[in-house]
């Protein structure tokens, strides 16, 4: 019969005979050198957009409106003088710009006419060129003929103006 103590010891220097027949770590071969990359082709420049009225920035300002006075200016940006204003004065809106004759109007529904008299244009409330404004795809413009031109944002407190109006 086996002692206890050589059941031991033969089991530990198996143990140990297990433990040292672990592999050998390869040294790792050295990366290979990055190969060049030949450049991407430039990618062609974008066409040039036209100068439409929806290619241009909109005039940098943000709309105001005023409860008391039924109305909605458009105020740019470091100014307190507004480039438009829409008033509600009995059953028509006051467009009152420094716009000056013949005026295109400009929206995402088509081109329509005003004609500023004395610094505005007055339409009914129902007028449908209202609602062509407030409805824009975010823009409208207001063109001379002689070069002058706003391109104004659309936003909510136009239809306010409007709504109140009617």
Not at 42 to 48: I, M, N
Not at 51 to 77: K, L, M
Not at 83 to 110: E, F, H, K, P, Q
């Amino acid at each position: 019969m086996m002692s206890k103590g050589f059941r031991y010891g033969a089991a530990g220097a198996l143990m140990l005979v297990v433990a040292g027949c672990t592999a050998i770590p390869k040294p790792e071969a050295p990366p290979p050198a990055p190969r060049p990359v030949a450049p991407s082709p430039t990618p062609a420049p974008l066409p040039t957009p036209t100068s439409g009225w929806e290619d241009r920035a909109v005039d940098a300002g943000a709309w105001r409106y005023d409860a008391g006075n039924r109305t909605a200016s458009f105020v740019p940006t470091g100014s307190s003088n507004p480039l438009l204003s829409l008033t509600c004065s009995g059953d028509g809106i006051r467009m009152t710009s420094a716009l000056s004759g013949n005026v295109s109007l400009r929206t995402s529904a088509g081109t329509d006419q005003l004609r500023f008299d004395g610094g505005g244009a007055t339409m009914g409330n129902r007028d449908p060129r209202l609602d062509r404004i407030a409805f824009s795809r975010g823009r409208f413009a207001l063109e001379t003929p002689g070069g002058g031109a706003l391109t104004l944002p659309v936003q909510s407190e136009i239809g306010r103006v409007i709504e109140d109006c009617r």
